[in-house]
């Protein structure tokens, strides 16, 4: 039995060492070739930046490889003796948030990687706002499991300190608490993303380290490594009988081929002969022929949700971007969002969340502007308290119609969770997050464009 496709987001602040984890991982688990690794190490030290090495496994850009963090959110392959695992490498910066949220929106589960280094921890990063915001995100998009490596272990002082892992896990458990997360059900790992310590195999240089344990709601579960925490997380039952709907992460222009759109499958099955539907587009949709699948370097005749794919679409620039939703034409295909009622909660005090509050709207791969008109509030248990508040403050919940100024397809979140959560955001702050209860669409019927499609031989 094949294993099982796991999606795992790395967050974390910047300089926590998210793509050097991950690119540490993929070297250990055969992902990627020693030779591979051999020039990536020569490039990096040809511009003085021979520390990046395993973070330049996922920053492939020439603008992140001169910065020296992620901009772009990267999507790796590797396997473990239970999943099949999409690392799913987020950018740190806080003005790249959106960025991070598309990533952490597709996830199953996510590492939250926090620096134990003097420099990074005298600065206060491993409890900052930017932290706290990527903890927010998980909660935004309903995700449960959660496990903190604590990186940077062996330029501690001293190097390899129990203490000091002792200290970064008590305050962060205390700001996972903060927001909304038992701790207790949170692994904490000590790791060296640079030394490759403690991430799939057991460590040498920590001693002092007896194992990780958390409390699940299956009971109790103990480890060491970082695979082994993941190891854990389990998958819930796939939506493989809904509807196909694919959020579309990436859209490449490649030359001889034409425009690749890839993405994480949030239900159902695309098969290789699937005709599918592009939405929104300036006609309301667009239907496609697939031909063929791909994901992660591999031919497959069916992706199923969890699995990260990409297939070719011949068509103008500007037809098919990023935030776009792909669906099966013949089974409930996707339609533009008009407006939508949802259950919010606000997590930020330092706005006024009122009728006619604009805002960034995060949902899946897209973000666009909209308005929000406040209609009540609610108690913790989900009743109505009051009817047309004059707002709703922080730490309380309410619903809310949101009205989209650009086009979106956003899906009820009892039927496509992965599509029915979604976060409010003002500039690089998450103001509320919330699930859909109701969606009101955009009823056109245009002639839908027919695009030929084949798939492309690209790494994705």
């Not at 921890?121 to 990527?134: A, E, I, M």
């Amino acid at each position: 039995m094949a294993p099982a496709p796991l999606c795992v987001a790395f967050v974390g602040h910047r300089s926590a060492g998210k793509s050097s984890t991950v690119g540490h991982l993929l070297v250990q688990r055969g992902t990627v070739e020693q030779r591979s690794l051999d020039k990536l190490s020569e490039d990096a030290q040809a511009i003085g930046k021979g520390a990046h090495k395993y973070a330049w496994v996922c920053d492939k850009l020439a603008v992140e490889r001169r910065a020296g963090h992620s901009i772009e959110t990267s999507f790796s392959r590797f396997g473990s003796a239970d999943y099949d695992i999409t690392a799913i490498d987020t950018p740190g910066t806080t003005n790249l948030l959106k960025n991070a949220i598309s990533g952490c929106a597709q996830a199953d589960a996510v590492v939250l990687v926090v620096s134990a280094a003097d420099a990074d921890v005298d600065r206060g990063l491993h409890v900052s706002d930017n932290t706290r915001q990527h903890i927010m995100m998980a909660q935004a998009f309903g995700i449960k499991k959660i496990a903190v490596a604590v990186n940077k272990m062996d330029i501690t002082s001293p190097p390899w300190s129990q203490e000091r892992f002792e200290d970064v896990k008590t305050k962060v458990s205390a700001l996972l608490k903060n927001c909304g997360v038992n701790p207790k059900s949170v692994p904490f790992i000590p790791i060296s993303a640079w030394r490759g310590e403690n991430l799939s195999k057991e460590p040498e240089k920590l001693p002092w380290f007896q194992g990780w344990m958390a409390e699940y709601k299956s009971g109790p579960k103990t480890g060491t490594s970082l695979l082994s925490a993941i190891d854990t997380f389990g998958v819930d039952a796939r939506p493989t009988d809904k509807p196909l709907r694919i959020p579309i992460q990436h859209v490449y222009n490649v030359d001889g081929v034409g425009m690749v759109a890839a993405g994480c499958v949030a239900t159902g099955k695309l098969t290789a002969d699937s005709t599918v539907t592009l939405a929104p587009t300036n006609s309301g949709a667009a239907k496609v022929d697939l031909t063929s699948i791909e994901s992660h370097h591999r031919s497959i005749k069916v992706a199923e949700a969890g699995e990260y794919v990409g297939f070719n679409v011949k068509a103008s620039a500007g037809e098919v971007c990023a935030g776009m939703v792909c669906g099966d034409a013949n089974d409930d295909a996707p339609k533009e969002c008009e407006s939508f009622s949802a259950q919010v909660m606000v997590v930020n005090g330092q706005v006024s969340f009122r009728s006619g509050f604009s805002a960034i709207l995060d949902c899946h791969t897209a973000h666009v502007p909209c308005t929000v008109s406040v209609d009540a509030k609610m108690d913790r248990k989900g009743n109505i308290t009051e009817t047309c508040p004059s707002q709703i403050r922080k730490g309380e919940s309410g619903m809310i119609t949101v009205l989209p100024l650009q086009p979106i397809c956003v899906e009820e979140n009892s039927a496509f969770p992965g599509l029915g959560r979604f976060g409010l955001r003002s500039g690089n702050k998450i103001v509320a997050f919330g699930a859909v209860k109701a969606v009101k669409r955009v009823e056109k019927n245009p002639k839908l464009p027919k695009l030929t499609t084949a798939l492309a031989t690209l790494t994705i």
